[in-house]
């Protein structure tokens, strides 16, 4: 039996935001769309990160869309365990993704340890990667930038645009040639959103035969950017006026960046008085540094900034702070300052500490500007939980929190579908990737409505044939 040309297989982000990873075979060669930790409770995490669903060695090529753990963060384990090909990425991404691995590694063995400390030894489990494995896939790398077309394979064109999401983040588009005929996929990766602080917007989207989109906020809006970076300075006026610490918790890459831009605007522009930021983060500190390397990938805006000599992501008084020791002194401050730490959803890292010292202090303030899954510590903070655990201690969250949901760095409802209205009549298939089922079904209903046909969400492991 003949077998198809082109079979795209959908094994992680399937109805879920996490762990983004498509297979793509055409002809006789494996393509790899990006290769994700799948981020959840940890037994599950460990069985599904563990294991591949195909064999990692008969992977020839993977293409990867930005640096954000849940789209790169398996890769060392597809290294270790036989994958031998290139790893083609923006050069941003090649350079966020050796701080990002290189972290993930620790975490990994740290995680291991902590499984380790009752077992016998005999039985001890190994950590997912490690810092060797994270090296090997760093050499594995090839950058090319955004809008230079490049063949993988003799019968494969590749080209990134910008997906204006984080930095080097990647929209691709793969024309793959047999016998004369084309067949082209378009992989949104995550989608950024028009009026972002420091970056590019989104380019718009390359018409393609199948395109893979993300849906992480299908049915929900934003405010515009404008008015949330206003929101943000009235609320940390407030706080540092009444003399209470501000507290943010944000993760290092990406999400720190642009906070601190539109802080140190607001500072500029007299919105907010001079304070002092401290951004405890070792993580946030090394991607602040990879983000000054690439000032080609930042928007006229931020440029004309940069020339004028302004202070954007750091200055004077911006404190990165390294040693947990910093960490903890940084409790004994009694004057009114800003504090952003790891991680966004409250779950582990150093903002715990701070919320565990300053939570209870109604002078103080919690800023809520990522996304939040239901039943982490920063969801209970937002639905006033009357106590809270935090570390060893059960707390009741006096301080003030302020949700600001509209700082997100993703493309809205609207947002995906003035990307994708413009191309999505044409394609043969369109599939519903990177989002809850719940959010998936909303814009799927909205494309519908719009007459586009042939909307698909597909569940882990569905497979298209062509
Ligand atoms: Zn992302
Ligand atoms: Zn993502």
Redesign the pocket.
């Known amino acids: 039996m003949a077998t198809s040309d082109l079979c795209i297989t959908f094994h992680g982000a399937a109805r879920t935001v996490t762990g983004s990873m498509h297979h793509i075979r055409f002809r006789n060669r494996h393509y790899l769309l990006d290769c994700g930790l799948y981020q959840g409770r940890r037994s599950e995490a460990r069985e599904r990160n563990t294991t591949f669903p195909f064999r990692p060695k008969d992977v020839d090529v993977v293409i990867l869309s930005?640096a954000?753990i849940?789209?790169c963060g398996n890769l060392p384990n597809l290294v270790k365990q036989g994958f031998a090909g290139p790893i083609y990425c923006t050069p941003a991404t090649r350079d966020l993704i050796a701080v990002m691995l290189a972290d993930s590694a620790k975490i990994q063995e740290e995680d291991a340890a902590f499984l380790n400390r009752k077992k016998p030894k005999d039985q001890a489990i190994q950590p997912l990667y490690n810092a060797i494995d994270v090296r090997n896939t760093l050499r594995r790398c090839q950058a090319i930038p955004y809008h230079q077309t490049f063949h993988p394979e003799h019968d494969l064109e590749v080209r990134f645009t910008d997906a204006g999401?984080?930095l080097g983040?990647a929209i691709t588009h793969l024309r793959f040639t047999a016998n004369g005929t084309h067949h082209t996929v378009t992989f949104t990766?995550?989608l950024g959103r028009p009026g972002m602080p420091i970056l590019r917007d989104p380019e718009p989207l390359p018409e393609a035969d199948w395109v893979i989109t993300e849906s992480t906020y299908g049915g929900r809006l934003h405010e515009p950017p404008e008015k949330s970076i206003d929101a943000l300075g009235v609320a940390v006026k407030r706080i540092l006026s009444r003399g209470g610490k501000v507290l943010i918790p944000a993760f290092s890459l990406?999400r720190t960046q642009s906070l601190l831009y539109d802080l140190q605007g607001l500072i500029r522009q007299g919105a907010v008085p001079a304070t002092s930021i401290f951004v405890d983060s070792p993580l946030a500190l090394a991607s602040t540094n990879v983000y000054a390397m690439h000032s080609d990938c930042f928007d006229d805006e931020t440029m004309d900034l940069l020339e004028a000599d302004a202070d954007l992501i750091s200055g004077n008084n911006v404190y990165y702070l390294q040693r947990a020791i910093d960490s903890m002194t940084l409790n004994e401050r009694l004057d009114p300052c800003i504090i952003i730490a790891a991680s966004g959803m409250c779950e582990a890292g150093r903002i715990l500490h701070h919320l565990k010292h300053h939570v209870g202090d109604p002078k103080n303030g919690v800023l809520i500007v990522s996304y939040q899954a239901e039943h982490t510590l920063g969801w209970k903070l937002v639905k006033r939980w009357p106590v809270v655990r935090i570390l060893d201690r059960e707390i009741e969250p006096k301080a003030e929190v302020v949700p600001l949901p509209g700082l997100s760095?993703?493309a809205d409802h609207q947002d995906l579908l003035n990307a994708l209205l413009p191309i999505a009549g044409r394609a043969k298939g369109l599939f519903l990737v990177h989002g809850e089922l719940r959010s998936a079904e909303a814009l799927a209903e909205a494309l519908k409505e719009q007459s586009i046909p042939h909307v698909h969400i597909p569940e882990p492991g569905f497979k298209i044939e062509v």
């Open positions: 930005h954000h849940d789209h999401h984080i983040s990766g995550d990406g760095s993703h």
